[in-house]
């Protein structure tokens, strides 16, 4: 299978920025993904420690940069009409449509801050993977575990006629086995 992941344009995909659970979870599932024997293709900054098939930079360490100012990364805001959302879903976009091939999974992080990323190819699976926030919007949805599963659908769905899309997963998060190494 060949899986294009979207990261974040205000992190880069590093232990440098483990505090950020959304880089973390593109960082690990790329690393899962890969040693599957799946192809991984990430759309990420330009700094870069998942195992991937191929890095495509999206946005500049420049831009990265100036998007987090004075702040911690942690802190920034996943609103599409700034800068650097905008530069990072159009590069996103742009380097996607050469490499796209059928029956490829477009893998997103973001939310509603990738939705333009799935907008753009109508005709192809994007799965919002990984989902421990609220405001999910793809038809295809992998959670981070059943309870926040639950907790989405009673939030957004009326809750006494929930059941979900029978499509709708789980994959628990990776944990690199030597992060927890006897010492």
């Not at 996943?78 to 996103?92: A, G, K, M, R, Y």
């Not at 009673?154 to 899309?165: F, H, Q, R, S, W």
Request: aromatic fraction near 14%; hydrophobic fraction near 40%.
């Amino acid at each position: 299978m060949r899986f294009h992941v979207v990261s974040l344009p205000h992190t880069n995909t590093t232990k440098d920025f483990t505090s950020c659970a959304f880089t973390e979870k593109v960082r690990r599932f790329c690393i899962m993904m890969k040693d599957l024997g799946h192809e991984v293709i990430l759309y990420a900054g330009s700094e870069n420690e998942a195992a991937v098939t191929e890095l495509v930079t999206c946005i500049s360490e420049d831009e990265r940069q100036a998007a987090v100012g004075n702040n911690h990364y942690t802190s920034a805001s996943f609103d599409t009409t700034l800068p650097h959302w905008q530069i990072f879903n159009n590069n996103v976009i742009k380097e996607m449509t050469d490499r796209l091939e059928p029956k490829d999974f477009i893998c997103l992080i973001g939310g509603y801050a990738h939705k333009p990323i799935a907008d753009a190819f109508p005709d192809h699976m994007s799965v919002e993977f990984g989902i421990g926030y609220g405001g999910t919007f793809a038809k295809y949805r992998i959670f981070e575990s059943y309870a926040w599963m639950h907790s989405i659908y009673a939030a957004y769905k009326n809750p006494t006629t929930v059941d979900g899309e029978f499509f709708d997963g789980v994959i628990n998060g990776y944990l690199e086995p030597e992060m927890f190494a006897k010492g």
